[in-house]
């Protein structure tokens, strides 16, 4: 939220300096995330006065205006379509340097000379409107800088509010903060009621449980359908950043940012027999204010007359009772709406609205006739009309009761550690407008109505903390003995499972635990997720059942970012749906695209395959300890290519997956390249076996290579399996040095060659010892696996 420190300051009595303020609130729980001017430096810009405009000779689209800009009269070419005689406009002057480095020179545009240049918001960077010249409002003096004309000496907070803080999302609440930690006193601008010129009334119901408290409302016809709201309003409107449409629709955006208070204005010509705040019917649709069509059903709110649907209550109106240029009679409506009512109603049409982030969090029960009457005040003042009485409609037994909480100042501050007395803490929670009862050992504290997170002890110990200041709690040593927690042999910690990683050149990620639906679908058909009741994006509305969506989304935006080699992993949970229950797996997931080896002389670029990450998996579980446990075997999964998948097993059970992505996948994601993933359960895939003490031979060993010719169907992995089960325990070490096709090999077949390292650890091993562990292997490689010796 942006708020004008200028506004602030009549709402406090004083300016407050900014970046002071801007530490307070900080330290205060509200954290200040930019302190900026309200508009850049502008100097050699003045108002000026379009005294005379002609066409352009040589230019349809050009004019020649006369400006005159108090002391002389310039000649000036302009393209803009409302340029007119009579209007007031920014001039910048020769010399004057505008945003983004433009500096004004005298010019010839068309054969005709140009002495300046009159700008539009967009030039001068106020706004993003460039459809024509910025009007200024007539009384502006001709000639003045325009940073003094407009008030532009200003600086803009942007605040950050957590989702409890919903008392801050207006200047009012802001100013509530400020003046904790200021000289200001909280006054406001002047209001007084508005008296009734009209009897004209509006009948409003409220349907029980629907979720509306309080409703006011309030006629007021003779509106001035093309007023303009004040340019004070509409540059106020600019700083907070909205856009300024019309006066009524200015003025209930300005109400809302001055007070928190969400508003709506209503074409009362479109309006039949009378507003009821119900519940929608099933199948019911409601065209909104951006255009969109929705289909409702009796989970949302709604405010409808006797004939149709006319808002999503809490989140947007609809089109088709909404302001237009013809608007002439309006009814101004001011609701409270129960926060549980609109929480996650407009994100399910992938909606949020200033107004929806406001009635979420909630809205003070008691502003709205407050805030009625300033709208009316000011719609009056800038578009005329003749306004009926304020009618409140309301259901006393559905507005929310101010929870009365028993507090204890010792305890209080025994948890901030400071020695705050007792009449601070009173006088804190009192400036903070809440009631406060002292008693002996306890005080019954209530809190004030726009607070709707003030429900336990500990909200007060926080308040009065955070407004007695952090930084004023002395650093005290702890008085509990810290202990180191045990250190297990029996796992593969996640930071050693990091770290490995990370020496094989791959990054860790952080990625959502909501997805995409449509996307994960992707990755897992068929399979049933959680879906999520509010998600907070349409695109967040699942939670993940693998992390490769996460992780291949994010190989996606760094390829879009011209990254040609891309390796990231993440250790993080996946939520598998068992049954009626909900089961969290840690997982350690990664992935892999883009080229095998960062670009370098010594070796060719080459695309990442399956064996490269298949290296990098081996290696991770070669920390085990228990690497012969593992076994990598060919299967069939929807995400991965159908001739590059292996279930990763541990003593046949399964613990991960690793393939290469199917292509299908990859080109409805829009990958540039080929991706490698895997994914490994934490639980039962790192656990590690404990290291014991075996005994060094003394002996030496003995080695003996064996080439054997198998169908292509066979794996290594079992011809490995095979020879380990033949061999025994004098077996020591075995590898694979060689697999060849070619010249001399049946095709269909190949030729594997391995190496057997034999020991034993009580003598030397003879040739006969050695002659008949070999003979064994080989027969029993020709009874399993129809191989033959390949002699040369």
């Known amino acids: 939220m942006r708020i004008s420190i200028n506004w602030l300051g009549e709402w406090l009595g004083v300016t407050p300096e ?28 003045v108002v000026g006065e379009i005294v005379e405009r002609e066409k352009h000779p040589g230019a349809d689209t050009l004019s020649v205006c006369k400006v005159s800009t108090g002391t002389e009269v310039l000649q000036i070419v302009c393209g803009a379509p409302n340029a007119r005689a009579g209007m007031k406009a920014p001039l910048a002057t020769i010399g004057a340097k505008l945003p983004g480095g433009m ?20 030039e001068l960077g106020l706004s993003e409107d460039a459809s024509g010249l910025m009007e200024l409002p007539a009384e502006a003096r001709t000639g003045a800088n325009l940073v003094d004309a407009l008030a532009l000496e200003d600086t803009v907070l942007e605040v950050n509010l957590t989702p409890n803080r919903g008392d801050c999302m207006s200047v009012l609440g802001i100013a509530r903060e400020a003046a904790l930690f200021t000289d200001g006193k909280l006054t406001g601008p002047a209001l007084h009621a508005v008296p009734a010129a009209s009897a004209d009334r509006f009948p409003v119901e409220l349907e029980k449980g629907a979720g509306c408290a309080r409703f006011a409302a309030r006629v007021i016809r003779g509106v001035r359908p093309q007023a303009q709201a004040p340019l004070w309003m509409r540059e106020r409107l600019r700083r907070a950043g909205l856009r300024p449409i019309s006066a009524i629709v200015d003025v209930t955006n300005y109400v809302m940012l001055e007070l928190g208070q969400p508003m709506h204005a209503y074409d009362l010509r479109e309006l039949e027999g009378g507003i009821v705040v119900r519940r929608a019917r099933d199948g019911e649709a409601l065209k909104l204010l951006d255009g969109r ?51 996650g109603r407009g994100r399910r049409y992938g909606l949020v609205t200033d107004a929806s982030q406001r009635f979420e969090r909630g809205v003070d029960p008691t502003l709205q006739e407050r805030a009625i009457e300033r709208a009316t005040q000011l719609l009056l003042e800038c578009a005329g009309g003749l306004p009926g009485p304020v009618e409140v409609t309301e259901l006393r037994d559905e507005l929310p009761k101010r929870t009365v909480v028993r507090f204890r100042p010792e305890r209080a501050r025994t948890v901030i550690g400071a020695p705050v007395a007792d009449d601070e803490m009173a006088r804190i929670l009192a400036n903070l407008g809440m009631d406060v009862r002292r008693g002996g ?127 990231l992993f993440e250790i993080g949970r996946r939520f598998d749906l068992a049954g009626a229950g909900l089961v969290e797996v840690q997982v350690v997931a990664g992935i892999a695209a883009g080229a095998a080896l960062p670009e370098q002389w010594g070796a060719k670029t080459e695309a990442v395959e399956f064996f490269d990450v298949k290296g990098d998996v081996e290696a991770l579980l070669r920390a085990t300890g228990a690497s012969g446990d593992f076994r990598f075997v060919t299967d069939q999964h929807p995400a991965l290519h159908p001739g590059q998948a292996a279930r990763i097993l ?68 079992s011809l490995l399996e095979t020879v380990r089960s033949s061999a025994g325990e004098l077996l020591t070490e075995l590898t694979v040095f060689d697999i060849y096709r070619g010249t001399g090999i049946t095709p269909g077949r190949k030729s594997v060659a391995m190496g057997l390292n034999l020991q034993d650890i009580s003598r030397t091993l003879t040739d006969v010892d050695t002659d008949a562990v070999v003979a064994r292997v080989v027969k029993d490689l020709e009874r399993e696996h129809k191989a033959t010796i390949r002699d040369k």
């Open 18 to 45: 900014p970046r002071e303020l801007a530490a307070r609130l900080t330290m205060a729980g509200l954290e200040i995330e930019a302190v900026e001017p309200a508009a850049p430096p502008l100097p050699g810009v």
């Open 103 to 122: 500096e004004i020179r005298k010019a010839k545009l068309r054969g005709v000379e140009s002495f300046g240049m009159l700008c539009s918001a967009r």
């Open 293 to 343: 069509d929705v289909t409702l059903d009796p989970s949302v709110m709604i405010i409808a007359d006797r004939a149709k649907p006319l808002a999503l209550a809490g989140v947007m109106g609809g089109d088709h009772s909404g302001i237009t240029d013809a608007t002439t009679d309006v009814l101004l409506e001011v609701a409270f709406f129960l926060p549980d009512a609109v929480a």
């Open 441 to 567: 050992v306890a005080w019954d504290v209530t809190g004030p109505p726009w607070r709707f997170d003030i429900a336990i002890e500990e909200d007060l110990v926080e308040e009065i903390a955070r407004v007695y200041g952090f930084d004023r709690i002395p650093e005290t040593d702890p008085a509990v003995r810290e202990s180191l927690p045990p250190l297990t042999e029996t796992r593969v910690t996640l930071e050693t499972a990091a770290d490995l990683l990370v020496q094989r050149g791959y990054h860790e990620a952080i990625t959502y635990s909501f997805v995409d639906p449509a996307l994960q679908a992707l990755f897992c058909p068929g399979a049933r997720a959680l879906e999520l009741a509010n998600p907070i994006a349409a695109d967040l509305a699942a939670m993940r059942l693998s992390l490769w969506p996460g992780l291949a989304k994010a190989v996606l935006e760094n390829q879009r970012r011209q990254q040609p080699r891309v390796r």
């Open 650 to 717: 541990r003593d046949g059970r399964p613990v991960g997956w690793l393939g290469r992505l199917h292509p299908e996948l990859e080109r409805r994601i829009e990958l540039t390249y080929s991706a490698v993933v895997f994914e490994i359960e934490t639980e039962s895939g790192l656990a590690a076996r404990v290291p014991q003490h075996r005994e060094i031979s003394r002996f030496p060993a003995v080695r003996r290579d064996i080439a054997v010719i198998v169908d292509e169907a066979v794996t290594v992995q």
